[in-house]
Nanobody, 121 residues
Framework: QVQLVESGGGLVQAGDSLRLACAAS????????MGWFRQAPGKEREFVAT????????TYADSVKGRFTISRDNAKNTGYLQMNSLKPEDTAVYYC??????????????WGQGTQVTVSS
């Protein structure tokens, strides 16, 4: 079993930065990839980024490529999503997830509760 807790969301202005954190627990966590997804009001949950913990391979959605950076600290069992140059369209609830290195939410069996990110124009 893996437990995930996100933090770091908030209200910012366009162009600002935020760093989300995902604290993980569970003895098998290091064997999973960590993904970030987001869901805006009235929209489907969408992929943002994912990282393979073992080989540090990453994948990003085109909409965030060059602005967001996913990383992890193995010693702290914590993953991060650094978000720069935020836009109003980045407004959503952001979820971290643990599972298999993929952009599909269906490959992630473990999910956090989500953290709200709101970007004002």
């Amino acid at each position: 079993q893996v437990q995930l807790v996100e933090s770091g969301g908030g209200l910012v202005q366009a162009g600002d930065s935020l760093r989300l954190a995902c604290a993980a627990s569970g003895r098998t966590f290091s064997s999973y990839a960590m993904g970030w997804f987001r869901q805006a009001p009235g929209k489907e949950r969408e992929f943002v980024a994912t990282i393979n913990w073992i080989i540090s391979s990453t994948t990003y959605a085109d909409s965030v490529k060059g602005r967001f950076t996913i990383s992890r600290d193995n010693a702290k069992n914590t993953g991060y999503l650094q978000m720069n140059s935020l836009k109003p369209e980045d407004t959503a609830v952001y979820y971290c997830a643990a599972g298999y290195f993929s952009s599909s939410q269906y490959n992630y069996p473990y999910w956090g509760q989500g953290t709200q990110v709101t970007v004002s124009s």
